[in-house]
């Protein structure tokens, strides 16, 4: 079965940075679209970062644009989200998602599995 582990996160001053981990089992890693999404406390989640099955297409929110990076490696099953320049509005669980062969990387119908999550807390 698919197992998807989130791993990184943490507290964090405001201006900070993270790098968070998620290491994929049980599929054929290559052939999924990988997303991040979050919730905040109290909201809903949402669309954070996207990298397509070839790894060749991103995709930002517009309120992460130019501060988080997503990035894949297929030969160890594991996509990664680079955080920084974090601030309090960042505060959230972070969970990452596998969609196959998807190319609405936004919309969280396209995708199949999701992790547990991450909890990401952000100071001032």
């Known amino acids: 079965q698919v197992q998807l582990v989130e791993s990184g996160g943490g507290l964090v001053q405001a201006g900070g940075s993270l790098r968070l981990s998620c290491a994929a089992s049980?599929?054929?890693?290559?052939?999924?679209?990988m997303g991040w999404f979050r919730r905040a406390p109290g909201k809903e989640r949402e669309f954070v970062a996207g990298?397509?099955?070839?790894?060749?297409?991103?995709d930002y929110a517009d309120s992460v644009q130019g501060r988080f990076t997503v990035s894949r490696d297929n030969a160890r099953n594991t996509v990664y989200l680079q955080l920084n320049n974090l601030n309090p509005e960042d505060t959230a669980i972070y969970y990452c998602?596998?969609?196959?062969?998807?190319?609405?990387?936004?919309?969280?119908?396209?995708?199949?599995?999701w992790g547990q999550g991450t909890q990401v807390t952000v100071s001032t």
């Open positions: 049980g599929l054929a890693f290559s052939d999924y679209a």
């Open positions: 990298i397509s099955w070839r790894g060749g297409i991103t």
């Open positions: 998602a596998a969609a196959f062969r998807a190319y609405g990387m936004r919309y969280s119908s396209s995708y199949d599995s």
